[in-house]
């Protein structure tokens, strides 16, 4: 079980279970597009290389990761829309 004390709220949802790279990180961008300027995604994936990809695309894009986590084979990214 994942401890969501301390999540950062967010406005929209992505659940990439079960997909491999890149397409969580597809999608989310996709899903991001759409979004207006300060909202949140958050990005529910169970590909571990969904954490480089998502930190990378962070730190290249401008977009914010405000939090990443992991429990149980199963990573969540929250992103601010920059």
């Known amino acids: 079980m994942v401890d969501m004390a ?3 709220e967010h406005d929209v949802e992505l659940d990439a279970s079960g ?3 890149p397409l ?8 991001l597009n759409g979004l207006a300027s300060g909202a949140v ?3 529910t994936a169970t590909d571990p ?3 480089r990809d ?7 894009s ?9 429990a149980d084979g199963v990573f969540r990214y929250w ?3 920059a």
């Open 19 to 21: 997909l491999s790279c």
């Open 62 to 70: 401008g977009h914010e990761l405000l939090r990443d986590e992991e």
């Open 54 to 60: 998502f930190r990378s695309f962070a730190r290249l």
């Open 6 to 8: 301390g999540a950062p």
């Open 49 to 51: 290389g969904s954490q």
């Open 41 to 43: 995604l958050r990005v």
């Open 79 to 81: 992103l601010r829309k």
């Open 24 to 31: 969580p990180l597809l999608k989310a961008k996709l899903l």
